[in-house]
């Protein structure tokens, strides 16, 4: 009888280390900037988020990841996590993600109306 749960636990082992790879992957990716966490924002290094890379959507855009997505409302500025199917709100834009991504620049240029 074990010898048949082997291969089952090595399927499940295997799947929940490809999930945390994935995470970690999705997660790292999500803001590739250091620095500048304090007003005014200066002494940022790294690249700031190129929104034009990522998928339009009806009410702004998604960065799909291997295992969440990122979506960024276009008029209210929300952050969400979709996961599985499902729609986690984060969190609005920071001051430092106004400055240093500037998100409302980038969304009045796709036709959006931010409110943020």
Same mark, same amino acid.
């Given at each position: ?22 995470? !970690? ?25 190129? !929104? ?65």
């Amino acid at each position: 009888m074990t010898y048949i749960m082997y291969p089952f636990a090595a399927i499940g082992f295997t799947a929940v280390v490809l999930l945390a790879v994935g995470l !970690w992957l999705d997660i790292s990716d999500f803001d590739n900037t250091s620095g500048g966490y304090e007003a005014p924002y200066d002494g940022v290094t790294g690249e700031p988020v190129d !929104w034009f890379a990522m998928d339009r959507t009806a009410t702004g855009i998604a960065k799909r990841g291997y295992v969440v997505n990122v979506l960024v409302d276009g008029t209210t500025g929300m952050i969400s996590f979709e996961i599985f199917g499902r729609k986690i709100p984060f969190r609005q834009f920071s001051g430092r993600a106004l400055v240093v991504h500037k998100p409302r620049e980038a969304f009045l240029a796709m036709g959006f109306e931010p409110e943020f």
